[in-house]
């Protein structure tokens, strides 16, 4: 079976050009999540889409930062304006649900670069 | 608040023994999940093992067996029978209730598995 497909797998931009990172998750999955992992670092949570529910985009670190996720299923993160401190890699997930006990899983990521 | 703690320092392990990844973490929520996800140098983000925090047994998926002691806040990952292509960075974390039911990681633990 398919799991998480992002795209593109690396992005390199220029300081204040607009991104669009595309996630497709695993079919049936009602919860999608990303995530942005600096260098070396762990996983910093940014936002996420349950159902037919409002998002939750408490970990969007500013509001360059925007996602949407089209009929509950394909989403895409925008960053607008990048700044080199945006280079890193983001990571999408999803689970079945969003609960406890659900699994995420997550794809192969996106590399951006922002010279 | 949810925080997961990961401390040690770069692991080293002879392929075919065995290794112990601690974790620690710190919630006062009752009900919780605990994941650990492997890391390999392509990026992705792999799911091992799971563990709920009323589940009796520790959990175990093939060589990869979870140490929990619930009163300690303690999910320690045991690898057993260690591959080359075990070498990785390991990460732990949690959702609860508390947390929204986010995944919360810990920094992660490097190993590096040596013929």
């Known amino acids: 079976g398919a799991g998480v497909s992002q795209s593109p797998s690396n992005k390199v931009t220029e300081k204040g050009k607009d991104v669009e990172l595309r996630c497709d998750p695993i079919?049936?999955?009602?919860?999608l999540y990303w995530y942005r992992q600096s260098l070396g670092q762990g996983l910093e949570f940014l936002i996420y889409f349950q159902g037919n529910s409002a998002p939750d985009k408490s970990g969007l670190p500013s509001d360059r930062f925007s996602a949407e996720r089209t009929g509950g299923s394909v989403s895409t993160l925008t960053i607008q304006r990048t700044q080199q401190e945006d280079s890193a890699v983001y990571l999408c997930?999803?689970?079945?649900?969003?609960?406890?006990?659900?699994?995420?899983?997550f794809g192969p990521g996106t590399r951006l670069t922002v010279l | 608040a949810q925080k997961i703690t990961q401390t040690q320092p770069g692991m080293f392990v002879q392929e075919k023994e065995a290794v112990t990844l601690d974790c620690t973490y710190d919630?006062?929520?009752?009900?919780?999940?605990l994941f650990w996800y492997k890391q390999p140098s392509s990026g992705e983000m792999i799911f091992l093992i799971y563990?709920?925090?009323?589940?009796?047994q520790n959990a175990t998926e093939g060589r990869y067996s979870l140490n929990f002691q619930k009163a300690r806040k303690s999910a320690n990952l045991v690898i057993s029978a260690s591959q080359l292509g075990d070498s990785a960075m390991y990460f732990c974390a949690m959702r609860g209730r508390y947390g929204n039911n986010r995944l919360a990681f810990g920094k992660g633990n490097q190993v590096v598995v040596i013929p």
């Open positions: 997930a999803s689970s079945l649900y969003h609960s406890r006990t659900d699994t995420q899983y």
């Open positions: 919630t006062s929520d009752p009900s919780y999940g």
């Open positions: 563990q709920g925090s009323y589940d009796q």
């Open positions: 079919s049936g999955h009602t919860a």
